[in-house]
Nanobody, 124 residues
Framework: QVQLVESGGGLVQAGGSLRLSCAAAGRTFSSYDMGWFRQAPRKEREFVAFISRNGGNTYYADSVKGRFTISRDNAKNTVFLQMNSLKPEDTAVYYC?????????????????WGQGTQVTVSS
């Protein structure tokens, strides 16, 4: 029962940074675990980062661990993805997703709601 809209994507040089935002409509935002996923052309959608309802627990894909940070501000109905030390292989459409049942889950099929995606392109 939530609508999601991503923003903040763009074109950056390798080694640069971007901060993605996901704005949620609805006052029940804090009831959802949230995740970030990405999908490159001709590839499956893959897990990037997870954050629990109150932000107390996070989990990252090995490919982004140490470079990306997920956070949320429930008062503002927003989840963020801070991306540092970007690499060309990070290029993809990034999606925000919400899950009504709590728990660390990395499969796209287990998330109930999705945003439209925002493009991130990292040049070499």
């Amino acid at each position: 029962q939530v609508q999601l809209v991503e923003s903040g994507g763009g074109l950056v040089q390798a080694g640069g940074s971007l901060r993605l935002s996901c704005a949620a409509a609805g006052r029940t935002f804090s009831s959802y675990d949230m995740g970030w996923f990405r999908q490159a052309p001709r590839k499956e959608r893959e897990f990037v980062a997870f954050i629990s309802r109150n932000g107390g627990n996070t989990y990252y894909a090995d490919s982004v661990k140490g470079r990306f940070t997920i956070s949320r501000d429930n008062a503002k109905n927003t989840v963020f993805l801070q991306m540092n030390s970007l690499k060309p292989e990070d290029t993809a459409v990034y999606y925000c997703a919400a899950r009504s049942r709590p728990g660390v889950v990395t499969r796209p099929r287990d998330y109930n709601y999705w945003g439209q995606g925002t493009q991130v392109t990292v040049s070499s």
